[in-house]
């Protein structure tokens, strides 16, 4: 079962000892049941802030988000949500930080499926390793096992490749729309990697700069699965950063 | 760590500890001869008052090992009833600022007050073991819950927002995250509150009753100002504190494996 | 007074006494009567909460005089003698009061001694001159029952709850028993052992022997004090209630089993040294040292012994 | 937070705290008349023994504010006697093991020892004040020290690679992260550490000499079966206590605003 | 005051509860004072185990590592290390976590180097505020000012620029270039972007899969500043891919 997103006039803004700071400000969007949608912007935009009031985790200034009509709930939604910082467990050893999920979903935590997943982000033979004694991006793969491990309705990742080489990151991009593809889930997917968006996404929202605008948002055209190469996948890469070059200061 | 390191490590630690208590024993000589006061009793007729107690018993006829008798399971039910109610109030007060803001005014003022200060109301309201069992409570429940609510406010809010974003509900989330989080500081609390519930212990003890317990035996020679025979108590009590915090220590070892702990 | 030479005469003395004790009324007489004053004397009070924790504080060369139950002077004054700390050994100057103590009981459970077979009965601790007293007692009438030691301030609340069913102690505990509680008094220390020593008044073996002078006027205050009791009973009654707090009619009670005396009772002394050596209370002395051991600690150079 | 919330916020708790406070009196008084015992006087009792003992005085004439003055005094060297024996032993018992080794064996033994069980040693072996301190002490060194223990076992091995990696020798290393990052433990072990030192002052104030201080209070009118009295006594303990740890809260909020809490 | 590396059959392996693990077998490597050498290899391949080796954190198993002749020892010299998971120090500031390494450093904290810097990423008006009041990216941007700010000798960095968007990546990658080759410092670079490497490296490590050892040095033989879209410099990319891709299994 998938999802339908609907935000409206989202606002957000944090009060610190040194003021209010607005993060995002009326943004607007919505998103088909089953689609895939990447979101690009530059650092320290309100990516991550926006991606917490999606799933439920803050409550926005002003604004709706409904999810088939009602406000986001993971209690009622499946999530599978990836975070940017470390997620883990630290006093449970890769497996059952892959079984935590299912344990909490009350789904029954099925060893199988733990197990698969564990194999899909390359850890065999790491099950009973503890977060300390495994590597920066490992952690990631761990975490990215055990979102997909509760068979989410609604995906949402928050960079969770940005520590994976090429070529792991590679294999998961497939893995993950392989995965998207069967099971027609509707999937958020923040990134950097301009190439990647485009690579995964049906649409990718260009967001502005801090306090976050919804700049463009692009619908990439292309069949799947799609080649990095081919020319039409080059210019809608192109264009997008051209897109974000306008909204990145030239700091320092 | 490999096996052989970490034996090596425990040998050397076993001979760091002898070597410390020997030092211990000499000094305490020492300044016994020193001060040479009938009140200071040397290692040597302490050795010989915890033969004679062992053995013989005291003047009552109780030996020393039915005084650690009862008063272990004095401080045993004292310390259980102390972790049963310092946790859950603990995790509750952590987390919900209501359940703070309600026992907070009430359970501050009280943590202060000497447990013997409750004797009079304890023989009033409570009877039996309850009481004893109430005056080492007052010991072991304060510490145990202070450190269960700093250990709640050590839980990384990531790893909540994580069993959120599962669907999980408040209850998921203190048992899943935030008391495995809290579980050293829990520990922590539950060995000092293992002691101060054995600090209690005389102070439990003075209420009337069978003079037979560790605290009883203390009060019991203090009167008779023999004090060689008050330190076989007070060492009695320190060996018997020091083989449970040593048994929760194994546990807390098994517990927290997971742990990369700092060393200099 | 060569060392009265060497050591310029003090004129404040330091006096230990028991917290809220109605057996030590003479010192609070003295106060309140300014006979210290009347001898150029000031006084340092140090109140303490037990005859143990006072005798600690004594043989430690922190106090000159004290007003003290003889058996803790007794043990204390062994256990110095046994290390050869001989510096500050208490030493009995005059009498501070004979019996004193009561054991109570609840009237519907016990009205006879036969009827104490078999219940508990509290005592102010192992050791105490009472806990000993109802040891003896009991050997002599072939009872047996259930000693309860508690401390004195507890007994009258634990048979107020009903765990226990009689107390013996010193006053004011039994009667505040007799009067909150309805208790009925099974027996004085009168009846128990007659006349036996209760408090007494000691001074330092060094202060002794430095200031014999100072010596004789303090005693010469309490002995005063003494007299005025006997003599004002009603004014003296007053002073107690004042430093007590305790209600009239608690002190009247108490009052009337407590014996005010500047005469030692060596021979109920002796008793309690032996009984003590002989319940290992006492571990540095032998049956045979008694004689000697009391001669020492009971000075009759001021002393009015019996 | 913005003020007005926050203002909100603790205006909220001061009314819930009220509230639970004016309960706890009502059921105080409900116990006094169901139980009627003489020895268990109501609030209203106690509130004018209060009066009486903060206006005229106790029975050798002390009046409330001295006892509480003196006895705060007591506590107070006590708890900075504890606090800089406890904190530095701990911070180097957590970060050098041969620290742990020697001092394991000697200090576990002595922390279960209760207080009242040093008397007849403190009067021995030490004097004056120092006597009261030392008593104290043994209530406050012991929580401090194992919960600053605790603090340095949470601190984060990648944050003090940073500081190695900066060039930081164990003292810098020492200062600059680990004790900023036990200090929450540090604190709680302070905040338990000085209900301990409270708790310890009655055993400290069985020491002789002058009737003054609220543990000779509540032991003098124990004596005299005068409850309520020994109530005021306790209460008195409790309000400066909270008092105390009220001010180590607000030091503490001032300290950790860095902290994202959890709350459920 | 540069430096120079040499590692000399280095092993290092760890006991766990599972077993010994091997994660680096006789890796030798050298490198001259004032050079720039990147390192890329498969996820948990033991990059991040060298680079703590090679800044004195952690002691071989075996070999040895000579900074200028002596094993090395941040105190001796001065290191700018930045680690790839979050290292800022949670009761400081986003000023006071960037002074903390000149502090530590002894070189008398500089209120106006740390603002240089802080500016320089980019962090301007966010001075105040705590770590957990800003997003991934700039977290790791404070790391990298804190670094810096220090003026160190030797740089080294994990993954420095995972976690920001490709804009604010190819402005610190430019800027790191300047500081490097303006103060001729030596620089070891970890990371997973190949492109990244070829740009910045006078030399690419490639590692082999766990355990690490070292499977090819590249020279990259161009001239500063490099064009992305030279053939020369996309050859050198395609290269490195291409032995990245022979190490890296086809996980699941
Ligand atoms: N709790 C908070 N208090 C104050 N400001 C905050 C808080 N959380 C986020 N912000 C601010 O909101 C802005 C956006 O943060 P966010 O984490 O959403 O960025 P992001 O787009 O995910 O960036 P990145 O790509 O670097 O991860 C930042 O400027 C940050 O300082
Ligand atoms: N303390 C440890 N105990 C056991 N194994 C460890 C420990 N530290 C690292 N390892 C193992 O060493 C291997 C290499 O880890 P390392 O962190 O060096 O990888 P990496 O190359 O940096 O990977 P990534 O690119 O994902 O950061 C991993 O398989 C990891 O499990
Ligand atoms: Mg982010
Ligand atoms: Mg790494």
Known sequence: MAAMFTVEHLKKSFETENGTIDVIDDLSLSLEEGRFLCIVGPSGCGKTTLLRILCGLDPPTSGTILINGSPPDPRKQKFGVIFQEESLLPWRNVFNNVKFGQEINKIGASDEIAKKYINLVGLEGFENYFPHQISGGMKKRVA?????????????????????????????????????????????????????????????AVLSKRPAKLKTLINIDLPYPRSRLAAPFISYREKIIDLLREEIPSIS | MSTVRSYLRSAKSIVIGLASIATFLILWEAVTRVVNSPFLPGPYSVFLAFIQISTVGDIDGYSLGWHSAVSLYRVLLGFLAGAVTGIPLGLFMGIKLTVKDVATPIIEPIRFIPPIAWIPLSIVLLSGLTRFTFLIWVGVFFPVLLNTIAGVRRTSITLVNVARTF???????????????????????????????????????????????????ILKYANFLQIDVVIVGMVTIGLIGLAMNYAILLLEKRMFRWRVEVTT | YITGYFTPTPTTIRIGYLTGDLHQLPLHVAIANKYFDQYGLTVERYEFINGPTLMTHFVAGELDFAYVGAPPAITGRANAMSVGNVSYLPVVVSSVNLEGSALVVNPNVITSVADLNGKKIGTPGSGTIQDIMLSIYMKDHNLTLTKYPGSIANLPLQFGTGEIDGFIGWETAPSIAVINFSASVLLTSHDMMPNHQCCVFVVSSKFLAEHPDIVTKVVNVHNSAQDFINAHPTEAKQVAANYTGLSMPVIDMAFSRIVYTKTVNVDSIRTFVSNMIELNVIKTLNASQVDSFVSGFVDTNYAITQ
């Open chain 1, 144 to 204: 990215i096992a055990r979102a997909l491990a509760v068979d989410p309705d609604i995906i949402m990742m928050d960079e969770p490749f940005a520590d994976l080489d090429a070529q792991t990151r590679w294999i998961l991009q497939k893995e993950l729309l392989s995965i998207w593809s069967q099971l027609k889930k509707t999937a958020i997917f923040i990134t950097h990697n301009v190439e990647e968006a485009v690579f995964l996404g049906q649409y990718v």
């Open chain 2, 167 to 217: 669907g999980a509900d408040n209850n998921a989330v203190l048992r899943h995250i935030i008391f495995p989080s809290a579980l050293p500081e829990i520990m922590t609390g539950l060995r000092v509150g293992l002691g101060i519930g054995w600090m209690c212990i005389v102070a439990a003890e003075m209420i009337g009753g069978d003079p037979v317990g560790l605290g009883r035996l």
